[in-house]
């Protein structure tokens, strides 16, 4: 929507998008509520994330989170934003975040059928030097009729509702599902609304890319190592693939998304079950690259069939187009057998 090219009066905004999803579905239109309030969450976060340098926002807060990553202060900033939006939505009743040790429990007269798990803001070691960092979500509904409590956030992915990611790069974008296929929306700040721009994404079948944290390469099992050897120097006349690796999941995940590949991050001899965890990283993830025909799996199994045990936990992570996930998914279990 430029100054210089003709005024579309009929844009499709996020929540245009959603509703007529809902409609469709013949839903209560709850669900519409709750994702256009994380949207004006991702809007105030991209805002903040823009201005961090001028505002001081950026920086170490002096504590640590439970996961044990440095907080930064646009992480509380980020955090605190997106627990009071869906608060005020009545639309939840549990919510996880990265940042909060323990589950949220929304107070009986706020509260609504569904539960967000969420990363608030993802890479955000990356803020400093102007990499992109984002923010992760997942829904889920609640199950039971009974009080609401950090156990009804143990569900497997394949219990999604929605999910998404917000990318703040060159420009702030918005991934989404809610289970019909994958749709990216873009920020207009010119309106402050995010505009469809890819429509029922699909991801390639097989890339040209792959994506890891090879600096862990002396900790890596031997799959990993004998997957990443065929890559570097295939054995068959095709070409080496190429590594493309930021350390913010959102842009890696989104990156291998359009342009195809596979993104790693493997358990090793240090962190068996890698560093993502699965409830607000690997799940909502995982839900967006199926839904756009892709694959993810923590090399023996599928991650959205994992049974949580607790809402920190950890998985292994290996996920984008098919070809290239049951390439790595055959060589791990091979591995296993032995």
Known sequence: MSDQGAFDTNVVTITRFVIEEGRKA???????????????????????????????????????????????KLDILSNDLVINMIKSSFTSCVLISEENEKAIIIEPEQRGKYIVCFDPLDGSSNIDCLVSIG?????????????????????????????????YGSATMMVISTGQGVNGFMLDPSIGEFILVDRDVRIKKRGKIFSLNEGYAKYFEPAVLEYLQKKKFPEDGTEPYNARYI?????????????????????????????????????????????????????????????????????????????????YVAIYKKHAKK
């Open 135 to 167: 923010t992760i979500f997942a829904i889920y509904r609640k199950t039971t009729d009974d009080e609401p409590c950090e156990r009804d956030a143990l569900q497997p992915g394949r219990n999604l509702v929605a999910a998404g990611y917000a990318l």
């Open 247 to 327: 350390g913010s999941m959102v842009a890696d995940v989104h990156r291998t998304l359009m342009y195809g590949g596979i993104f790693l991050y493997p358990g090793n001899v240090k962190s068996p079950d890698g560093k993502l965890r699965l409830l607000y990283e690997g799940n909502p993830m995982a839900y967006i690259m199926e839904q756009a025909g892709g694959m993810a799996s923590t090399g023996l199994e599928n991650i959205l069939d994992i049974q949580p045990k607790s809402i920190h936990q950890r998985s292994p992570v290996a996920m984008g187009s098919p070809e290239d996930v049951l390439e």
């Open 26 to 72: 013949k839903g209560t239109g709850e669900l519409t509520t709750l994702l256009n309030s994380i949207c004006t969450a991702v809007k105030a976060i991209s805002c903040a994330v823009r201005k961090a340098g001028i505002a001081h926002l950026y920086g170490i807060a002096g504590s640590t989170n439970v996961t044990g990553d440095q907080v930064k």
